[in-house]
C-alpha cells in the first residue's frame, strides 16, 4: 500500500554509501546513546522510537512492541529502543528532535503536529472522519498530496497511522444530543484545535491541565471530559462520573512519523523491513484497540460504574450537522478544501 516514502527515495542509494561513513555523535542517556546508531552499511542500526503513551495502553504494547519485535525478528541489522511515557518530553517537544534526527520514530497526534504543519490539523477536527474505516480508507486512497506537503515542509515522513481510540464525552449527566451538551462544563485540552471542536459541537469548555483533570470533574469544576474509552477507564475518570456516551466525535489515529535523516541511515532492505512492518502492525494495531475498548464497556454494561448511552440513542446526524456548519466557515482556503475533500469520502 500505502505510503512507502515517495519523496525521498531516489535520494537513499545515492546518500547510503556515504553515510555509512560517517558517525552520528549521541548525547549520553539519549535515545541510541552507542556506537551502532551510525552504520547503515553493515553494524547494527539503532532507532529511538518515542511516544507519549504509557505502556499499558494498546497502541504501546500492540504497537510501538510490536514494531520492535518485528524489525528485530526480520534480522536486517536494525535494533530499537522504545521511550513510552513522554520520556522524551511531549509530543511538540519531540518533533524538532525527529526533524533534526535526534529522534528517529514518534507516534504523534494531528494536533500536535499541527504546530509545525498547520495544515495537519484538520484531520483532528470534530466529525471530519465518521469511521476507522473511513480514516484508513482516507490514507490509502487520499491522503498522498498532503503527505507529500508535509514531508518537504518538515524533513519527516508520515509512514501511516494506527489507531488508539475514538474520542466520546464521559459526564454527569446523559449526552444525546447538543443541547445536552451545552448544559454541562466539559474539559478539553487547552490546544486551538480541540477547542475549535468544542465550539463546533456546542460545548461549554474548561480548560484544565491534564494531570488535574481527576480533581476537576471531582470538585465538580468540569462535569465532563473527552477521551477515548480506553483513557477514561485508564485515568479513573470512571470514578467520579456516570455516564459515558458513545458520541464517537473523533476518531483518534496517532501518526507514525519517521525523521528523513534516520532514513538516510538505513539500506533498501532495512528501509523496506521498517515500513512494511508499520504498515502491517495497523490492522493488529486496530483490532487490540477494538478488543479492550469493548472489554471496557461491557464491564461497565455489566457492574457499572457508568451507564452507557449507545449510539443508537445519540443524534449523532445533529452533532455532524452542527460541526459541519461550523467547519464550513471556521476553515479557508487549502484547509477547507481538504476538510471538504475528507468530508466529501464519507460513507
Not at 519485535?69 to 541489522?77: N, Q
Not at 469544576?221 to 467520579?240: F, M, R
Request: hydrophobic share 40%; net charge negative.
Amino acid at each position: 500500500m500505502k505510503h512507502l516514502r515517495s519523496t525521498r527515495a531516489a535520494t537513499i542509494a545515492v546518500t547510503a554509501l556515504a553515510s555509512a561513513l560517517v558517525l552520528t555523535a549521541c548525547t549520553a542517556d539519549g535515545p541510541g546513546d552507542d556506537d551502532s546508531n551510525a552504520a547503515p552499511g553493515g553494524e547494527t542500526v539503532t532507532l529511538s522510537l518515542a511516544t507519549s503513551q504509557p505502556e499499558n495502553t494498546p497502541n504501546f504494547y500492540c504497537g510501538a512492541e510490536l514494531l520492535k519485535e518485528r524489525v528485530e525478528a526480520a534480522d536486517v541489522g536494525v535494533k530499537i529502543d522504545l521511550f513510552p511515557s513522554s520520556q522524551l518530553g511531549p509530543d511538540t517537544e519531540r518533533f524538532p528532535a525527529i526533524q533534526s534526527g535526534d529522534i528517529d520514530i514518534d507516534l504523534q497526534g494531528a494536533s500536535g503536529l499541527s504546530q509545525t504543519f498547520a495544515p495537519i490539523g484538520v484531520l483532528d477536527a470534530a466529525y471530519a472522519f465518521e469511521s476507522v474505516d473511513h480514516v484508513f480508507d482516507w490514507i490509502d486512497n487520499n491522503s498522498q498530496e498532503m503527505f507529500d506537503a508535509f514531508n518537504e515542509e518538515t524533513g519527516t515522513t508520515i509512514v501511516d497511522g494506527w489507531y488508539f481510540g475514538t474520542r466520546t464525552f464521559s459526564s454527569t449527566a446523559p449526552i444525546r444530543n447538543p443541547d445536552e451538551l451545552a448544559a454541562l462544563q466539559i474539559r478539553f485540552p487547552d490546544s486551538p484545535a480541540f477547542l475549535a471542536n468544542a465550539k463546533a459541537m456546542g460545548a461549554n469548555p474548561v480548560a484544565v491541565a491534564s494531570e488535574e483533570v481527576y480533581v476537576a470533574l471531582q470538585q465538580g469544576i468540569a462535569q465532563g471530559q473527552e477521551n477515548p474509552v480506553v483513557a477514561t477507564k485508564s485515568q479513573s475518570y470512571d470514578e467520579v462520573l456516570k455516564y459515558v456516551n458513545l458520541n464517537n466525535h473523533q476518531i483518534g489515529i496517532h501518526w507514525i512519523v519517521v525523521s528523513d535523516k534516520t532514513f538516510e541511515r538505513l539500506n533498501d532492505e532495512q528501509e523496506k523491513v521498517l515500513v512494511d512492518a508499520i504498515h502491517e502492525i495497523r490492522a493488529e494495531n486496530r483490532e487490540c484497540v477494538d478488543e479492550e475498548t469493548n472489554t471496557i464497556l461491557d464491564e461497565w454494561r455489566a457492574n457499572g460504574p457508568l451507564t452507557v448511552i449507545e449510539e443508537d440513542e445519540i443524534d449523532k446526524a445533529a452533532f455532524i450537522a452542527k460541526a459541519e456548519e461550523f467547519f464550513s466557515s471556521y476553515f479557508t482556503g487549502d484547509d477547507l478544501a481538504l476538510y471538504e475533500q475528507i468530508r466529501s469520502t464519507a460513507p
